[in-house]
């Protein structure tokens, strides 16, 4: 499956974005989808993932739980992000990635997921 990321952009402190990540190639349903960030000098971390088929059960970082909502359209291949009250400490690249045999223990971890969309910059302002 190939993703994209887009949505990211230069937003005040306590604005909102939304990111997407559209997939193509595969069934999308197939697959847990999963948005990590990684802001500069600091290692890639774990935001939110939504599980596949109809499970759609969904698990959120402590930092962002209350301020982030992921959401997923099957019919339109897409995974959302939608991001409020946010914070600097939100400035990030922000990726999206996928996996077909991800189990819940496992979602933490990058290393875990073998498709990877190319990151979308946020950057919020103080």
């Known amino acids: 499956v190939q993703l994209q990321a887009s949505g990211g952009g230069l937003v005040q402190v306590g604005g909102s974005l939304r990111l997407s990540c559209k997939a193509s190639?595969?069934?999308?349903?197939?697959?847990?989808v999963a948005w990590f960030r990684q802001a500069p000098g600091k290692e890639r971390e774990f935001v939110a993932c939504?599980?596949?088929?109809?499970?759609?059960?969904?698990h959120y970082a402590d930092s962002v739980k209350g301020r982030f909502t992921l959401s997923r359209d099957n019919a339109e291949d897409t995974v959302y992000l939608q991001m409020s009250t946010l914070k600097p400490e939100d400035t990030a690249v922000y990726y999206c990635?996928?996996?077909?045999?991800?189990?819940?223990?496992?979602?933490?971890?990058?290393?875990?997921?073998?498709?990877w969309g190319q990151g979308t910059l946020v950057t919020v302002s103080s």
């Open positions: 990635a996928a996996d077909s045999t991800l189990i819940s223990s496992s979602r933490y971890d990058p290393r875990q997921y073998n498709f």
């Open positions: 190639g595969r069934t999308f349903r197939r697959y847990t």
């Open positions: 939504i599980f596949r088929w109809n499970s759609g059960s969904i």
